[in-house]
């Protein structure tokens, strides 16, 4: 019903995991620069999959990613993936329990 009243085609998914893959691009193109990205890939445990293969395309040309001639990407970039980060110093020494 939404495609239909965004005059979009019909999907052509013919199974759930066709249909979530859907899903997650649509949510993707539409939700580019609202932030939304990353908790999608946080809560559907894709982190490592997803930022993994873009980190290998970005080193193996990054012309294509806006560095200039000449520069490439740090050895690091693209390899800590943690999906929480610890509790800054200042934050941790507030409390005895921590």
């Known amino acids: 019903m939404v495609r239909s009243r ?7 998914a013919s199974s759930q995991a066709d249909m979530r893959k859907a899903i997650y691009q649509e949510r993707r193109v539409e939700l580019a620069f609202e932030n939304k990205r990353w908790f999608d890939l946080v809560r559907t445990d ?3 999959e997803v930022i993994t293969a873009y ?8 012309k294509a990613y806006y560095f200039p001639d000449g520069a490439v990407p740090p050895n690091n970039a693209f390899t800590v993936l943690d999906i929480y980060y610890g509790l800054p110093a200042v934050e941790s020494a507030l409390t005895p329990y921590f």
């Open 55 to 62: 980190g290998q395309r970005v080193k193996s040309n990054p």
């Open 46 to 48: 894709r982190v490592q």
């Open 6 to 12: 965004a005059k979009l085609a019909p999907t052509t």
